[in-house]
């Protein structure tokens, strides 16, 4: 294998996105030096720039998804904090919920654990085993009256495909059933537009396509809507109260926020704002195309899901007939340099769906910093280790 290790191609950004725009690393610093205290708490000058910081990153959330009022945005530390408050938080005993086989364990474990307990009935809708799509007349026929849920991802993090929220959410609509959309993978990276797609709950990680880091994340909660905290504590509002404040955002925000790092995902949305996300799904659309093309010509490559430009996000699936994705994804890392995610990326009923469970998919997760030159560039390093990954069966 002719080792080029000094090149770093980072395709891993459906776990996690790098580089950051500079803007992000910089108000983090800003932060720390010069703004440092605790948000919401003290009455000091340095307390109140922190909650302004975190007030305009509300903002710049509110105005990325179309929110009228930020205050119905909750910042978590994850999607997967949000949406464990937007599922526990919200289903009653005896509840049916809807939801997806291209869902992450995010949502499904959640939901699972809910039905194990024998407090909700679950109702698994297969997507496509070729697509991944999904037909909305597939969840109108198993609607009940007792339905009080409605839970989607919004892309699929395995194959990247787009599902039709907005068909679901109506559907849903007609028995009193919330939509909840899981944007772990579209918030940054596909427009948002919580009114006009009929979103009553909105999850979201700020470390992926939002571009900010770690431990930031939120979950958007539609007006009328009332759900469990999933903690309750100390919001430094109300504070003569023994009881949890019952309005938003504090109801879900107990304890010191992640105020260093709200800091910068407010800034990765204004860079996001700047931009436009139209822009980046348009650049990782270009990439996704690249990728395709040239996967077509390579023998022995399987890509998985639709092939189709516009029906998904820059995330693709794939496997080299006769090597484990693991295997592929060391010799990338450690032969080229690439940066990927292999297995079952946390969402095996994905993988049952499209038939590559257990050992799961190599996965490209594109982001606005990928270059069609990467993308040539990681072909060519498939197609050598399909000439010489024969040992194990391909080529
Ligand atoms: C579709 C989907 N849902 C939920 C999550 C969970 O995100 P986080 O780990 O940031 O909570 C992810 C991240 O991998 C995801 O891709």
Redesign the pocket.
Known sequence: MNVETDRVVYFDN??TSWPKPPQVKIAMVKFLEQVGGSPGRSGHRMSIAASRLIGDARDALAQLFNVDDPSRIAFTK????A?NIATLGWLQPGDHVITTSLE?N??MRPLRFLEEQGRIELTVVPCSSTTGGLDPDDVRRVLRPKTRLLAI?HA??VIGTLLPICEIGAIGHAVGAPLLV?A??TAGAYPIDVEALGIDMLAF?G??SLLGPTGT?GLYVREGLDLLPLMRGGTGSRSELEVQPDFMPDKYESGTLNAVGIAGLGAGVEFLLDQGVQQVYQHEQALVGRFLAGAAQLPHLIVYGSQDLGQGIGVVSFNIAGMSPSRVGLMLDQGFGIMTRIGL???PAAHHTIGTFPNGTVRFGFSYYNTLSEVDYALQALAKIIEEGTDDGAG
């Open positions: 459906a776990a994850n999607s997967t904090e949406l992450h995010s949502v991802v699929s993090n899981d772990s993978q990680t470390h992926k994340g990326h946390c969402a």
